[in-house]
Nanobody
Framework: QVQLVESGGGLVQAGGSLRLSCAAS????????MGWFRQAPGKEREFVAA????????YYADSVKGRFTISRDNAKTTMYLRMNSLKPEDTAVYYC??????????????????WGQGTQVTVSS
């Protein structure tokens, strides 16, 4: 099993930047592909980005492509989401997730086995 804890959320003005972190417990972090999802009030949870077990492959939702960067440091058992040029529509609770399939770049929440508790990101206009 792996336990996930997100951090780094907060309030930022439009055009600003934030970096989210997802710290994982367990020595098998490098065996998991990882992803970021978000859920805005009144909306369904949606895919943001995914990264393979070594970080060699990534995939982004069209809405964040070119603005967000997903990365991971297996030595630190941590995944990151660098968010630039933030927009009010990026406001949501952001969740990290893990799946025990190393190369899966899952875009659906049902493809992931483990979830963090979420961190709030609010972008003001």
């Amino acid at each position: 099993q792996v336990q996930l804890v997100e951090s780094g959320g907060g309030l930022v003005q439009a055009g600003g930047s934030l970096r989210l972190s997802c710290a994982a417990s367990g020595r098998t972090f490098s065996s998991y592909a990882m992803g970021w999802f978000r859920q805005a009030p009144g909306k369904e949870r949606e895919f943001v980005a995914a990264i393979s077990w070594r970080g060699g492959s990534t995939y982004y939702a069209d809405s964040v492509k070119g603005r967000f960067t997903i990365s991971r440091d297996n030595a630190k058992t941590t995944m990151y989401l660098r968010m630039n040029s933030l927009k009010p529509e990026d406001t949501a609770v952001y969740y990290c997730a893990a799946v025990g399939v190393r190369t899966l770049l899952g875009q659906n929440d049902y493809e992931y086995d483990y979830w963090g508790q979420g961190t709030q990101v609010t972008v003001s206009s």
